[in-house]
């Protein structure tokens, strides 16, 4: 909500808000799934239909005029396309400064891109997963404490301290999380299109459903374990999980 506002706000607040909107620029193939995002159809080049569709789904209020003095900016050809060599040249604005409506539209871009991979949904559950199974490490309650702060404010166990929280896990149907073995996360990391597909309707709709398999060593059964998430300031928080 503060970027949103100070989006519509104009230059001045949006540059009050950060010097540059990434300390980094994205790398090349950052800036590549980032186009490939843009690029629905695949053709090789975005279209300013896809262009307004991705920028809508990423909850950016810009005028339509504005958002097509930005495409003509980023090297817009004659059919109305942008390249992937263009796009990259209007992803790098974004580490030149931010009072610019081209620059600010760089880096928020840009962020949104840094979400789909940095902390995902998958990334959260797994750091959980691991912290509740060395729940004791390296301090008593460590894991509890992790739980609990990564629970959404629609979350009653974000009210609770670790240790009441701890004392929850000693409940059988949750003794899994402490004592697994094994751990799959589900996910086919080759597969590279349909995770950035995942990602990308992840980010958009600011929700996620995880299924993470474990099981204990011996065992021929796997447990699975689903979370839901939603995205609360930019983070991904657990708001339930069920044990099947």
């Not at 980023?74 to 942008?82: C, L, N, P, R």
């Not at 402490?178 to 597969?191: F, G, I, N, P, R």
């Amino acid at each position: 909500e503060t970027f949103a506002a100070a989006w519509d706000a104009g230059d001045a607040a949006w540059a009050s808000v950060f010097a540059s909107p990434l300390d980094t620029p994205l790398d090349a193939d950052e800036q590549r799934r980032l186009f490939d995002a843009f690029d629905l159809d695949g053709s090789g080049s975005i279209s300013r239909r896809e262009f307004v569709q991705v920028v809508e789904d990423l909850g950016l209020r810009i005028p339509r005029d504005e958002l097509s003095a930005v495409m003509r900016a980023a090297g817009a050809d004659d059919s109305g396309g942008i390249s992937f060599s263009a796009f990259a040249q209007l992803l790098d604005t974004a580490v030149e400064g931010s009072t610019t409506a081209l620059g600010r539209f760089a880096g928020e871009v840009g962020r949104a891109a840094r979400d789909m991979y940095a902390e995902s949904p998958r990334r959260v559950v797994e750091t959980v997963m691991r912290a509740l199974r060395h729940a004791n490490e390296p301090y008593p309650f460590h894991g509890a404490e992790v739980a609990v702060r990564y629970c959404s404010p629609t979350n009653k166990a974000s009210l609770l301290s670790p240790q009441v929280f701890a004392a929850y896990l000693k409940e059988p149907w949750y003794e899994i999380l402490t004592a697994w073995d094994e751990l799959d996360m589900d996910e086919d990391e080759d597969d590279v299109e349909a995770n950035l597909a995942e990602r990308w309707e992840q980010l958009r709709t600011s929700l996620a459903d995880i299924d993470v398999l474990v099981r204990v060593r011996g065992d021929d059964s796997w447990t699975v374990v689903n979370w839901k998430l939603s995205r609360h300031n930019g983070r991904w928080l657990t708001d339930a999980l069920s044990i099947n």
